[in-house]
C-alpha cells in the first residue's frame, strides 16, 4: 500500500463550484474516507443546508439537532457539535440541517460576516486535544456568503469538474470570485486542486474535458479522475462512503489515487501555484 505523507500543518481545503450536482460533496465524503482510512486525522464541515455530506457519513441532521448552523450563529462550538463517523476511528463530521438555509440572511448584517467560519475553524483547531492533519469543507451550489465563509477559512479550493459538455461554463465566474476574495478577504487562498468526476473513458468527450482543463490548469488538474459507477451514487443511501461500502471496487479505488495525489502535493508545490495565481 501506498504511504500517505501526512502534512505538517492542518491543511484547510473547501470543495467548491457553483454548479449543483458536479460530485462536490461525493468528493468531499470519499477524499476524506479515504484520507481517514489512510491514518489521517480528518474533520469534515458540511456547509449545505441539504446536509447530503452528513447523510452520506451516516451522521444525523434532523433540523433542530446540534449543527454548524448554531456554530456560525455563535450558540455552540465546532467542539461540541463535531460527530464521529462510524466507519472511521479518524473522521469527524460537522453536520449541516436544514436550518442552515436561513444563516445567510441571518447573519449579512454582522460586521465579521465573512470570517465566522474561520473564527470557529480557527478556535477549534487552536483548542482541540488532538492534532487534524485536513480540514475539508464541503460547500453549497452558490457563490453566497456561506461560500465566502469557507473561502475565508481555508487555505486550499478544490474545485470537482463534471466530464460534460457544459463542464467549464461558470468555471471564469468560479475563479474571479476567489481572486476577489484573495484580494480583499484571504490573502492566503490558492485553487490547489481541480478533480474531472464522473469521467468516461470511453468517450471522447470525457477526454477532450480532461485534456481541456488540463491544458487551462496544468499543475492542479489531478492525474486521477473519477468514474462513473453506481456504487459511488449508491453509497449515501447506506449512509457510508464508497471506501467503507464498496472498498475495492473502482470508486473507492479511484478516491484513493486522488487522496493519495492531494497528500502527496507538498507546501512548495502549493507554494508554486500560489505564486502563478499572483501573476495571472
Ligand atoms: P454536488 O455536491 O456537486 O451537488 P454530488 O456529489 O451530490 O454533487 O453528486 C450529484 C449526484 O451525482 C449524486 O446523486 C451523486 O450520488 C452522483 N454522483 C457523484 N459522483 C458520481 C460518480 N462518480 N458516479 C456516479 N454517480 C455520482
Ligand atoms: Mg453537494
Redesign the pocket.
Known sequence: QATFPKPAQTRLIAVA?Q?????????AVNISAALAQAGARVLVIDLDPQG?CSTALGVKHASGEPSVYDVLEGRLTIAEVKRPCSDFPSLDVVPASIDLSGAELEVAQLENRNNLLDEAVQTFLNDADEHYDYVFV?CP?SLGLLVINAMCAVHEMLI?IQAEYYALEGLGQLINTIGLVQEHFNSNLIVSTMLV??FDRRTLLSHEVYDEVKSHYPSIVLDAT?????K??EA?SFGQSVIAYDPHGL?AIAYAEVALEIAQRSPSVLDEIAARMKEA
Open positions: 463550484n454548479k449543483g450536482g458536479v460530485g462536490k460533496t461525493t468528493s447530503n464541503d451550489p470537482p468526476t464522473m473519477i468514474p462513473r459507477t453506481v459511488i451514487s449515501p470508486g
